[in-house]
């Protein structure tokens, strides 16, 4: 396929998938339940850590965690006392226990009462000469486990592109905040971090279309190959490359190819 046909083609199912429909089916309708900055952003990222598996139980799973939160993350964040958490002490969701959510949620509350939020840690770590979000995922990663009582067995669930990890859930999630198309997908509610920083969120779907349409050589689905993904898709758009996760994922879960 020529690199005009291959652009043309997913271009093309960039507008066929990137439109308010996709919400029904995809984890990202749980912080499509929320109107407040703070809550999407919280509801999204929990929601994220927990997506892998089949999306229908990711939905279910996230709900649970939202509707214990009283379906209003950001003030529970900060006003639950320890009979509130105790609802979510029991939680499972594949490998993502209890023991990992009320971590995570532990940290996110301090991050909040520090005056700070998710996109300011996440921020935090961009320098101006970056290529890439690597550095603000490492720097988010590095402010929520840095609280003592913070488990090594939730360590996992907070991917590391340091080591390897193609941290596909985090560039999932920092798609739904940072791109900024109006589309009724993605929020586009951080401003302060630049699309073109995004890098694919790399799974089994986008990395087998990937592969079949000659834009990814890399056999694993590792950090090097969502990098090598992403910069052959900045080629096409270098100033929002992962608009196309809407094309290969779209491809690859409905069979197209």
């Excluded at 509130?84 to 009462?113: K, M, P």
């Excluded at 961009?126 to 360590?155: C, M, V, Y």
């Excluded at 270098?238 to 491809?251: M, T």
Aim: charged share 30%.
């Amino acid at each position: 396929m020529k690199p005009s046909e291959l652009k043309a083609l997913l271009d093309q199912k960039y507008e066929q998938y990137n439109r308010p429909h996709f919400v029904a089916d995809d984890p990202v309708q749980i912080p499509h339940l929320f109107n407040q900055k703070e809550d999407i952003e919280i509801a999204g990222f929990l929601t994220a850590l927990i997506a892998w598996g089949r999306r229908d139980l990711i939905i279910r799973s996230a709900k649970r965690i939202i509707e214990a939160m009283d379906m209003q993350p950001h003030t529970f964040l900060l006003q639950a006392d320890k009979q509130d958490w105790h609802r979510l002490e029991n939680f499972v969701h594949r490998t993502f226990n209890g023991i990992d959510c009320l971590a995570l949620l532990e940290s996110l509350r301090g991050v909040y009462q520090a005056g700070d939020s998710l996109e300011t840690i996440f921020c935090a770590g961009i320098k101006p000469e970056d290529e890439d979000i690597k550095n603000g995922i490492l720097s988010a990663r590095a402010r929520l486990i840095a609280w003592d009582g913070f488990p090594q067995r939730t360590h996992k669930h907070l991917a590391n592109p340091a080591k390897g990890s193609s941290a596909k859930r985090i560039n999932m999630y920092l798609r739904w905040m940072v791109r900024r198309d109006k589309r009724g997908v993605d929020f586009g509610i951080w401003p302060t971090i630049d699309p073109a920083l995004l890098i694919m969120p790399l799974d089994v779907h986008t990395g087998n279309v990937g592969r079949k349409l000659g834009l990814l050589s890399r056999k694993q689905n590792d950090w090097k190959a969502a990098l090598e993904l992403t910069e052959k898709l900045r080629k096409m758009c270098p100033e929002d490359p992962v608009r196309y996760d809407f094309s290969l994922f779209g491809l690859g879960v409905y069979k197209e190819i």
